[in-house]
């Protein structure tokens, strides 16, 4: 039996150090930049060998034995520590045609059920294409991620390396009294610190990716006196927050791309943003505008009023978050990781003890609210105009158009969201509320369609009949739609279903009313109790 030596394994790809095999097989499934070792190690694995266990066979060699933690593992030839020698450097980029790909390629449920199978890929030339390269970040992430020290608490050598620097900023010593108890002897030594003055900790500091600052604004609608405070994060600068930080990058993806399951195309595979329909439309979109090395930066939304109080004044918060698409589903939705971020605080107000009737009220509080985010994207529509340039985590350079995909959203929202009628037609499609509770198919709405309808209302003249004609499309009178002027976007197609109100819930109240009538409600009840 022969054993393994204590030296470490090195990914060939990024360089990072790991004490056993697993760890680099997971490495290597789960890194973005890393898979290709993975992809061509399984692609040139050799057929295997049908043997015939039958029969003795003196030429089978038996597996070495390996021991760690305790435990005995079976390593064979071809397992992950022969990689990181044998493989030769990564192989040049795939052309826009049709290329054969690994599907164990992440960690996730719908891999999982189809790991065995190849996934056979389409991508669109030029898309997602890096212009330049920022040397100093570039440099900077080389050696973060080539270095043997802990890469969590980085740019900090380690975990101490970071809580003292930790307690020096919350407790708030002065410059002097922190420089003085670091110049005591030993005690940089004993604590191995990085830093051996304040200057230099918050030189330390200053590499970390940084928040955009808030900023507060008044609004105050046309022929009203009443402001509004109005607290918001930039957020071009919150979007290069999340676009740039070094820990996403191995989960992002940068252009879009059809996954099927044969060679004849005929079932395709949905699991990430970037391999879905509108991410492939979009890039269409902008190439027919000129723009052929565009990447796609999908915006995705969400807001929630909450309830702060219920006994003491009422209070409630309007907190509005925002993260990109370009990050994985699996990461994207881990407060961990901070792909998404709060962006802004909406105004609450009620307009209670106002001469305004509730109708009057409600719309009044719409366009506050379309206000309000009209004035917080107002750069984002610019930049989803003529592009951006964004900088990765890695130091590349694209030229980016950020784009309004998602909305998130629960029913009354999405109404305010889209300027529908709250309980009186569909925010997505035009079914008649009558019609809601049917198996009926309304047609699908169209933010061009809302935007000229609520614009052709304005011209009528009177209340009523503005009020009237848009009624008919069940649309509200919101005179300024946030998402008017936001190049390539459709706020109809943007908002996702409720899960739990929408899908689960409602799902359940259907289902309910059937068994009432199989079973009766009597039966229904027994088998509750």
């Known amino acids: 039996m022969s054993g393994i030596s204590s030296t470490t394994l090195q990914c060939i790809s990024c360089r990072k150090f790991f004490k056993r095999a697993r760890d680099l097989k997971s490495h290597l499934t789960l890194a973005h930049d890393c898979r290709w070792v993975r992809d061509l190690r399984l692609a040139t694995a050799p057929e295997p060998t049908p043997v015939d266990f039958r029969q003795p066979q003196a030429d089978f060699a038996p597996a070495a034995e390996i021991q760690c933690d305790g435990n005995i593992f079976m390593v064979f030839d071809d397992d992950i520590d022969d990689i990181a020698n044998e493989i030769p ?210 915006i995705i939304l969400s807001s929630d009023k909450t309830e702060l109080s219920i006994f003491s004044g009422d209070k409630t918060a309007y907190p509005l978050y925002m993260t990109i698409g370009n990050v994985d589903k699996s990461i994207r939705r881990k407060p961990t990781y901070g792909a998404q971020m709060l962006i802004g605080y909406l105004p609450t107000t009620s307009l209670d003890g106002t001469d305004l009737t509730d109708s009057a009220a409600r719309i009044t509080c719409a366009r506050i609210f379309h206000k309000a985010l009209s004035m917080i994207f107002e750069s984002m529509k610019i930049a989803a105009k003529d592009g951006i340039f964004l900088t990765s985590g890695d130091g590349s350079i694209r030229h980016c158009f950020p784009i309004l995909a998602c ?81 390539h976007a459709n706020i109809h197609t943007a908002i996702t279903p409720d899960i739990l109100h929408q899908l689960y819930q409602g799902l359940i109240r259907h289902i309910l009313s059937w ?15």
């Open 89 to 298: 450097p990564p192989p040049p980029a795939p052309t826009p045609s049709t290329t054969l790909h690994d599907a164990t390629h992440r960690a996730t449920v719908e891999d999982a059920l189809d790991e065995d199978d190849n996934i056979y890929a389409e991508t669109i030339a030029g898309a997602g294409k890096v212009i330049s390269i920022d040397k100093d970040v570039h440099a900077a992430y080389k050696k973060l991620t080539s270095s043997k020290a802990d890469t969590i608490h980085a740019p900090f050598r380690d975990r101490v390396d970071y809580e003292v620097a930790q307690w020096a900023i919350e407790e708030s010593p002065t410059q002097n009294v922190f420089t003085r108890l670091l110049a005591i002897d030993g005690v940089l030594e004993r604590l191995g610190l990085s830093y051996n003055n304040s200057r230099s900790l918050h030189q330390t500091i200053d590499t970390l990716p940084a928040l955009a600052p808030w900023i507060k604004r008044d609004i105050s609608l046309d022929g009203s006196s009443e402001g509004f405070d109005l607290y918001y994060r930039d957020p071009i600068e919150s979007l290069k927050a999340i676009y740039g930080n070094p820990a996403l990058l191995p989960y992002m993806s940068f252009a879009p791309e059809h996954q099927y399951t044969d060679i004849s195309k005929k079932t395709q595979r949905y699991n990430e943003m970037n391999r879905g329909d509108w991410w492939w439309e979009t890039q269409v979109k902008l190439s027919e505008d000129g723009h052929q090395d565009a990447t796609v930066v999908p």
């Open 407 to 487: 909305y998130v959203a629960d029913y009354p929202e999405q109404c305010l969201v889209t300027c529908t009628r709250y309980g009186q037609t569909c925010p997505k499609c035009d079914v008649k509320h009558d019609l809601l509770g049917d198996n009926f198919k309304g047609s699908l709405r169209q933010q061009v369609d809302t935007i000229r309808r609520i614009y052709t209302a304005d011209r009528l003249g009177t209340l009523t009949d503005t009020n009237e004609y848009l009624k008919r499309y069940g649309l509200n009178h919101i005179t300024e739609p946030f998402f008017a002027n936001w190049p």
């Open 515 to 529: 068994l009432k009538v199989l079973i009766g409600e009597h039966e229904l009840d027994m088998r509750f109790k």
